[in-house]
């Protein structure tokens, strides 16, 4: 299980570093290779042009002094040009054509085609005053034709210079460039590789260290510390996942505690009947006054264990988180008032009188049963601790969006440093003092429960030997929440 669970770290391991290698490769390496091909076809571009410019300029000086020199109307005194054209030609790597006015032509610096004809279309547009300059991808060579004119009158074309010059040397200085940028190439996409990945290995391991603590958590180690502050994510998840194991502990503390209290709460009852029961059992002629005393002690025991069991049995209701309120419209001002009816007469038992006020009629939108239940246990403890012949104020009050209710007593109060524990399971403020009155410890926490489903909340405020006051305010209409089916 153990090897399965290595070979899934590893798998994701390597899955981020693959996809932070390739990110990292493509952000590094694309930008060179596009600038590099963008710089052999620039380069090429660019040196075709200069090659261009560089030839028109030469045949212009060329054919200026063909023109000047008379060079298409005498036979002799031509050997300075044909010499300048011979130079021109092995210089540029081109073939260099003079043709006269009859098309005839008179010099191929190539000695091939002298004393034949050209009829070509560049030759007939320079006849006609047109320059051309021409670039032959596929051939590799520039086609340039360049006007001869007359010496003596600009206007009349004596003749052509036609210039055929290869690009082929361009052609192998820009694969030799390619060559050395090929290479160029290669050593910076192993550099940006080795990089990437020491760089990929250096981001994920603060996750791969995330990844060892939530499992050593998932095995049951809830105590192991989340330290990982490398980033500002990692630190995030780290303390939000230390927030997490903190609740837990706190949730496993609190569920080892309610056992234990659950255990120590249904324990009492059945010793005391079993002390009861012993003690009936050992006497020998027990009087019948005696008897019924025990049994009915025995029976009030029974009636506790009943209520814990009642209590608990609410609460566990209570905990499920899908557990959907009966919601209507109901009367609070009559509801009140027959929660009060049925305490007057405990109520009486300890002289306490109840007190109760409204303010308006307030009608809401509730769980009759459930709150019934909540402001029955709120003024059940009001009346249980209060002292004899004192009171107990219940005010009922509203606003457009909440009903407010208020239970003030006058009796022996709740320490300020203890407002947030009587709302746990099993808490007693005076323990002694709880256990005489019937209570089981359950009563607020069945409330709070109570309110906050109803989607309220619970405030208490209190002065030891004074009194104290819990403040209900509950939503008059009940939104239910929408939920994902799954």
Request: hydrophobic residues 40%.
């Amino acid at each position: 299980m153990n090897k399965e669970k290595n070979i899934v770290k590893k798998g994701k391991s390597l899955n981020l570093r693959f996809a932070l290698c390739t990110v990292f490769i493509l952000i590094g390496y694309l930008p060179v290779l596009i600038y590099g091909l963008a710089y052999n076809a620039s380069y090429r571009s660019i040196s075709i042009e200069s090659r261009k410019i560089e030839l028109k300029s030469n045949n212009q000086i060329l054919s200026n002094r063909i023109s000047s020199n008379m060079y298409l109307s005498q036979d002799d005194n031509t050997a300075s040009i044909d010499a300048g054209i011979e130079a021109l030609a092995d210089a540029c790597n081109a073939r260099i054509l003079v043709v006269d006015k009859n098309f005839k032509i008179v010099k191929d610096s190539f000695n091939i085609a002298t004393g034949k004809y050209s009829v070509a279309n560049d030759t007939i547009k320079a006849y006609k005053g047109e320059t051309t300059n021409v670039y032959d991808d596929e051939k590799e060579y520039i086609s340039q034709a360049f006007p001869i004119h007359s010496d003596t009158d600009e206007k009349i074309i004596d003749g052509v210079l036609l210039v055929r010059a290869s690009t082929k040397d361009i052609t192998q200085l820009v694969d030799a460039n390619s060559n050395r940028l090929l290479v160029f190439n290669l050593i910076i996409l192993l550099s940006i590789i080795i990089i990437s990945i020491y760089l990929s290995g250096l981001i994920e391991k603060p996750f791969i260290s995330l990844l060892n603590s939530l499992n050593k958590i998932s095995d049951g180690n809830i105590d192991t510390k989340m330290e990982e502050n490398s980033y500002t994510v990692t630190k995030k998840i780290s303390q939000n996942i230390n927030s997490t194991l903190e609740k837990l502990k706190t949730v496993d503390k609190s569920r080892e505690d309610f056992v234990a209290n659950v255990s120590h709460e249904l324990k009492t009852p059945i010793t005391s009947i079993r002390v009861l029961a012993d003690s009936i059992m050992s006497m020998e002629d027990v009087p019948k006054e005696l008897y019924k005393e025990f049994m009915n002690d025995i029976s009030d025991e029974i009636d506790r264990e009943a209520k814990i069991i009642d209590d608990l049995l609410s609460l566990v209701k209570m905990d499920k988180a899908e557990t959907v309120l009966n919601t209507e419209e109901v009367d609070i001002n009559f509801l009140i008032k027959q929660i009060l009816k049925r305490l007057r007469p405990i109520a009486a038992a300890k002289k306490v009188d109840i007190i109760y006020e409204t303010i308006r009629e307030v009608n809401a939108e509730v769980d009759e049963t459930k709150l019934s239940l909540a402001i029955t246990n709120l003024v059940e403890n009001a009346i249980k601790y209060n002292t004899e012949g004192g009171s107990v104020r219940v005010s009922l009050d509203a606003d457009h969006k909440f009903f407010y209710i208020k239970v003030s007593d006058t009796g022996i109060g709740i320490p300020e440093s203890e407002y947030e524990s009587i709302f746990e399971r099993f808490y007693r403020v005076d323990k002694a003092r709880s256990r005489s009155t019937g209570g089981t410890g359950l009563g607020l926490s069945i409330t709070k429960n109570i309110i906050l489903k109803h989607k309220g909340i619970i405030k208490v405020s209190s002065k030891e030997e004074e009194g104290s006051t819990f403040t209900v305010r509950i939503p008059l209409n009940y939104i239910v929440e929408n939920r994902i089916e799954k």
